[in-house]
Structure formats: structure tokens, C-alpha cells
């Protein structure tokens, strides 16, 4: 990790690709409360909340590997989880219970991160930003819309899924000059690893509350590419 690394501005002209979820705005955290309260309610008497959490995380990556990121996966995984650990068809009664913890995180309000508005509106001003962010694209750009942070940036991209092929085409697509693109995120599987594998710079801003799902081991950069650890998203004023 670049521990030394002196922080210098960088010239105008970067093209900045910025995360969302966990990056500019809270989201994992909605999660983590409703998984909580999903527990309880389930209430199993033989397994513990973790085995419980354990099977859910299981259940989520065989959800997703089928249906994508977002809310209706969460529910599905949600219900799934319920109907294995109890062994039995889950009641209508039960059904609205548990989509009750998923649809507590549709309505939650935009919570920013600390002074992303500010450094995103100073960013702008110097480079060219694009939101690439992955998970249902009428759930994500419905997030962006709230925030009020669409007019910062020039294209917005919901992908399915950001791994090495979809940086690759993305920067295709963007016309993006690796030597001046940097992804800018919290998750090192989604944001970080397959970026840098792409030949792009990064910059790894961790959150506490990182879903697990995203946890990885961060690569260190290929030579001739940069990768940054930041404490914060402000820190980015620092560099660019
Ligand atoms: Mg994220």
C-alpha cells in the first residue's frame, strides 16, 4: 500500500469513474439492518445468528448468480433462506413479514458520505466523471436522481456486474486513455482488483461496512499503474 505516497494535484483532464453504494452515499449499512432484523424474526433454534447470516450469504451469491444485484434479488435470497432453515414453504403471512425488512431499505432516504458533495462539485470542474455502479439500473439511477449528484457527472453506468470485461468495455465505450483513468471506489472485487487488471489506476477508499460479497485482498498495481488508499472521499481534493 502506498503509505508514503506524497499527495501532489494532478493536472486537469483525468477521467474520474466513481462507485456509488458505500462510495458517495450509505447503502450496506440499510442491509446489515434489515438482515438483523430478519434474524430475529426467524428466531432459529438450532442454528445461531451467524450459521443463519452464513446460509444468507450463500443464498445471496446463488441469487445474484441468477437474477443480478438489487432488491428483488435481496427479497428472493431473503425468502429462500427463511424456507431452508425452517424446512418448510413460507406463509403469506410470512412472505409480507420478510419483504417488509427488504422494502424498509427502497425508502430509505440518500444519506452522503461525508463532503461528497463539495469535492464532487470541485472535481468536475477539473475532470471528466463518470458513475459506474452496478445493481438494478431503475434502483440505481433512482438513488443517483435523490442524491442530487447527476449533474456532476457526464455519463452514469449500471452494469451487471464490474469485472475485468466490463472496465475494458466500458473504457472502450467512454474512450477512455488508461494512463489518465482512474476507478474510484470501496469494494476491492468490484472496484478495485478488476480495474487495475484493465490497465486503469485506482483509488481504494474503504468503507467499515463493506458488504462481505465485496471483500477481497486488494492487488497492489501492476507497473506503470497507480493505486491510492484514501481515508476519505474529500482526500481525492489531495490528488486531483
Ligand atoms: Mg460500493
Given amino acids: 500500500m502506498p503509505s508514503t505516497f506524497q499527495p501532489i494535484r494532478r493536472t486537469h483532464g483525468q477521467t ?142 449500471v452494469l451487471p456486474e464490474k469485472h475485468n470485461e466490463a472496465y475494458l468495455s466500458l473504457s472502450a465505450h467512454h474512450r477512455c486513455d488508461a494512463a489518465h483513468t482512474w476507478m474510484i471506489g470501496n469494494s476491492p472485487r468490484s472496484d478495485i482488483n478488476p480495474a487495475l487488471s484493465a490497465g486503469l489506476h485506482a483509488v481504494f477508499i474503504p468503507h467499515s461496512f463493506t458488504w462481505i460479497l465485496e471483500h477481497e485482498t486488494v492487488k497492489p498495481a501492476p507497473s506503470g499503474q497507480h493505486l491510492l488508499e484514501l481515508l476519505a472521499f474529500a482526500d481525492l481534493l489531495h490528488h486531483f
Fill in 16 to 157: 474520474l469513474l466513481i462507485d456509488a453504494d458505500d462510495t458517495l452515499w450509505e447503502n450496506n449499512i440499510y442491509f446489515e439492518r434489515a438482515i438483523a432484523s430478519f434474524i430475529s424474526y426467524l428466531d432459529h433454534q438450532i442454528h445461531t445468528p451467524a450459521e443463519v447470516r452464513e446460509h444468507l450469504n450463500r443464498c445471496e451469491h446463488a441469487t445474484i448468480s441468477a437474477h443480478g444485484y438489487g432488491l428483488r434479488s435481496f427479497r428472493r435470497s431473503l425468502v429462500n433462506c427463511f424456507e431452508q432453515l425452517v424446512g418448510a414453504p413460507v406463509t403469506d403471512e410470512q412472505h409480507q413479514r420478510i419483504h417488509s425488512f427488504a422494502d424498509s431499505i427502497a425508502h430509505h432516504e440518500i444519506e452522503l458520505l461525508p463532503r461528497v458533495a463539495e469535492t464532487l462539485a470541485e472535481l468536475t470542474t477539473r475532470h471528466r466523471l463518470i458513475l459506474v455502479t452496478k445493481g438494478d439500473p431503475a434502483e440505481q439511477t433512482g438513488k443517483l436522481q435523490r442524491s442530487g449528484l447527476a449533474p456532476h457527472f457526464t455519463a452514469v453506468e
